[in-house]
């Protein structure tokens, strides 16, 4: 089992490693020519170089701790158009900082990924959206690709949701419209306002569901277990690939610090138990997470790695999980 985390590598004191800088359209449009592809070029050298010390870091973790997501700003703007050829002209020069960048991580088996945002919508029903989406969904195939991906089923993995007012008639038809590439690398998940699990299941034959449980429990008022006979559906729609989990529970003082929250008594609207908290203060829920031991599980909590890797430790001593350093030592894993 690897944790991942997302976007924002931190330090002890909650401050970002290595972070990625980003611009304005706004600013961006503001500027002469040259000074555009200035602006561009820097911030993209500076995101690969950033984001290859970052991976760098994450080589010398213990290999249950080698997974994250990748920001979407790696690449600024990249999808305004008054951008395209700016990138079109620096970008072939960049090609081998996204090289070294995929080749550290396959190297050090880190798993990595992208999370397009809540305006990438396949299925809506309005066709600007849709070509939208599509364009970001190519960004983000592109930057995996340049990184050596994209070539074997789910070698990374593009998630998005699946909402919209098309359903899934309307992602279908997205799907279809993809580069080979991103239909090898997307998966779509769960949310907890629009799309049930029942409902992301029915993309399967097309592409990898990632279960959300904390989206499921928002939805349905639920705690889904990993002897669900939905869950069984989520793991073969990986096709012997290792599937993926999110992990993230409602704010601290929304819900107890210790126990299964029952929404009915907690009376707190679902916006508020939408929100994910700083870290992992529950052990109930910590050991429900840890005991899906077919996934890998993205933590997704403010805290990012500094939240994790106690999950991590917890895990270990709880022997939820096993400590790969002690394997790698031969001493007897946790089964």
Avoid at 18 to 47: C, G, M, W
Avoid at 302 to 319: C, D, T, V, Y
Wanted: proline share 6%.
């Amino acid at each position: 089992m690897k944790l991942g985390f997302a976007c924002k590598y931190l330090n002890p004191e909650g401050k970002q490693f290595f972070p990625f800088r980003a611009t304005t359209r706004k600013r961006f449009l503001s500027l002469s020519h040259d000074e555009r592809y200035q602006l561009l070029y820097e911030i993209t050298v500076t995101n690969l170089n950033h984001l290859f010390l970052t991976l760098e870091q994450l080589a010398t973790l213990p290999p249950s701790l080698r997974m994250m997501r990748i920001g979407s700003d790696l690449l600024p703007l990249y999808t305004v158009p008054e951008a395209a050829p700016l990138f079109a002209e620096f970008l072939p020069a960049l090609h081998s900082q996204f090289a070294r960048c995929g080749e550290l991580a396959r190297t050090h088996q880190i798993r990595l990924s992208f999370h397009p945002g809540q305006y990438t919508v396949l299925a809506s029903d309005n066709p600007d959206v849709v070509t939208r989406a599509l364009e970001d969904v190519e960004y983000h195939t592109l930057c995996a690709c340049l990184m050596g991906y994209g070539k074997t089923f789910q070698d990374f993995k593009i998630n998005i949701h699946m909402n919209g007012k098309a359903g899934f008639d309307g992602f279908k038809q997205s799907f279809n419209r993809l580069s080979p590439e991103a239909r090898r690398m997307l998966t779509v998940e769960n949310d907890e306002i629009s799309c049930s699990l029942e409902d992301v299941l029915q993309a399967a034959p097309l592409c990898p569901v990632v279960l959300d449980i904390h989206h499921h429990w928002v939805k349905e008022s639920a705690f889904i277990q990993p002897d669900d006979a939905r869950v069984a559906r989520v793991i073969d729609s990986w096709r012997g690939v290792r599937p993926v989990l999110h992990y993230s529970i409602s704010q601290e003082g929304i819900i107890p610090a210790q126990g299964w929250p029952d929404q009915q008594q907690l009376g707190v609207s679902k916006s508020k138990l939408r929100a994910h908290s700083d870290y992992f203060f529950n052990p109930t829920l910590n050991a429900w997470a840890l005991s899906f031991r077919e996934f890998d599980i993205m933590c997704e909590v403010k805290m990012k790695n500094l939240a994790r890797e106690p999950l991590f430790e917890w895990g270990i001593a709880q022997q939820l999980v096993a400590d790969p350093q002690a394997e790698s030592a031969g001493e007897q894993p946790v089964k």
